[in-house]
Antibody
């Protein structure tokens, strides 16, 4: 069955960097649009970034643009989120998510979430 | 910039009754709306997409309706396990915006 298993969260100082991983199984990453969504403690959901089938097209929320980079490794079927210049307001649980189908935009499978805490 | 407003903020309903949650968009989004259920410490679960299409495995107690700017999620025959926060999401023009959520409490 479809499964997304995340790793890589933790505590990082302001200005630091962190990379999150999302290992997919039960489907081929390169056949679906993939996204990262985050949720600050006790808050709502915020879409962060998208990557296309080929990995050549990406989109970012204004709040992370220029600091975060999404990528995928087709050989390991893994999605990544490289986060640089981290700020305290980046503190959140980060989820990777798979779209239902091309262009549907809704997310039918989610990773378990990984907490990123930005604090000195 | 598109804004999704959900109401009410909190809804308290007895088991067996029905609950209707609302999501209003600040501009016309057609039927590009999804609904999610989220329980504490868990990722969101997709319930409805395309305004009214039920996701795989979702009980038919959950139904979505609406188009344009006004959307609803109706949960009939409420069960205790339906207690959760419900979010709407728009994905038109790659905006992927979420509403602020409605907390549903089962009395």
């Amino acid at each position: 069955q479809v499964q997304l298993v995340q790793s890589g969260g933790g505590v990082v100082q302001p200005g630091g960097s962190l990379t999150l991983s999302c290992a997919a199984s039960g489907f081929t990453l390169s056949r679906y649009y993939m996204h990262w969504v985050r949720q600050a403690p006790g808050k709502g959901l915020e879409w962060a970034t998208f990557i296309s089938l080929e990995g050549t097209n990406t989109l970012y929320a204004d709040s992370v643009k220029g600091r975060f980079t999404v990528s995928r490794d087709t050989s390991t079927n893994t999605l990544y989120l490289q986060m640089n210049s981290l700020r305290p307001d980046d503190t959140a649980v980060y989820f990777c998510a798979k779209e239902v189908g091309l262009g549907t935009g809704a997310f039918d499978s989610w990773g378990q979430g990984t907490l990123v805490t930005v604090s000195s | 910039e598109l804004v999704l407003m959900q109401s009410p903020g909190t809804l308290s309903v007895s088991p067996g009754e029905a609950a209707t949650l609302s999501c209003r968009a600040s501009q016309n989004i057609g039927i590009d709306l999804a609904w999610y259920q989220q329980k504490p410490g868990r990722p969101p679960r997709l319930l409805i997409y395309g305004s009214f299409t039920r996701a795989t495995g979702v009980p038919d107690r959950f139904s979505g309706s609406g188009s344009g700017t006004d959307f609803s999620l109706t949960i009939s025959s409420l069960q205790t396990e339906d207690s959760a926060v419900y979010f709407c999401q728009n994905y038109a023009h790659w905006s992927h915006r979420f509403g602020q959520g409605t907390k549903l409490e089962i009395k």
